[in-house]
């Protein structure tokens, strides 16, 4: 990320600060649900009984930092097979779509996520991790689905 880019991220963090949510459910459960940037999505999926048919759920609002993390997650908790992805896009980052690039053409000798359009694409994971994300986790596209029934149809 340039110097601009950090500094801007910075005072994003201090004027609108986000809270790091994440709701872990059942833990026998291969499957995870990223509600991007669908804060109320998440609050009503972590206060509904679908917790119980999920291990985890949790937002995704970055192309870079976020992913990342997603990936750390999934790579220590290898019972996580299928992560549905719905609610809406961060405007301007397309973290979504980002994801389901990397799902599809991993990354270039640079880091950056291959055929993303986000402005700022690079990860610092390893290409193993994103190997092993590429070869057991079967990704469900439902991004701007926002409709809570429709997405618990896709779950139980």
């Known amino acids: 990320m340039n110097?601009?880019?950090?500094v801007?991220?910075?005072l994003c963090k201090v004027i609108l600060p986000i809270p790091e949510e994440a709701y872990l459910g059942n833990a026998d459960s291969s499957i995870a649900v990223c509600t991007l940037s669908s804060i109320n999505l998440l609050k009503q999926i972590s206060n509904s009984d679908l917790l119980n048919?999920?291990?985890?759920?949790?937002?995704?609002?970055?192309?870079?930092k976020g992913i990342d993390s997603l990936?750390?997650?999934?790579?220590?908790?290898?019972?996580?097979k299928t992560i549905l992805v719905c609610g809406k896009e961060v405007w301007g980052h397309?973290?979504?779509?980002?994801?389901?690039?990397?799902?599809?053409?991993?990354?270039?000798n640079r880091g950056r996520i291959i055929n993303s359009t986000s402005p700022d694409p690079f990860l610092t994971v390893t290409k193993s991790e994103i190997i092993?994300?590429?070869?057991?986790?079967?990704?469900?596209?439902?991004?701007?689905e926002i409709n809570f029934e429709t997405i618990k149809k896709s779950i139980i």
């Open 3 to 6: 110097s601009l880019g950090n």
């Open 8 to 10: 801007i991220g910075e």
């Open 53 to 64: 048919h999920v291990g985890i759920a949790g937002r995704l609002f970055s192309e870079n």
């Open 71 to 80: 990936i750390r997650y999934i790579n220590q908790n290898k019972k996580i």
């Open 94 to 108: 397309k973290a979504g779509h980002s994801l389901f690039e990397l799902h599809k053409n991993g990354i270039d």
């Open 132 to 144: 092993y994300f590429q070869n057991e986790i079967t990704l469900v596209n439902l991004i701007n």
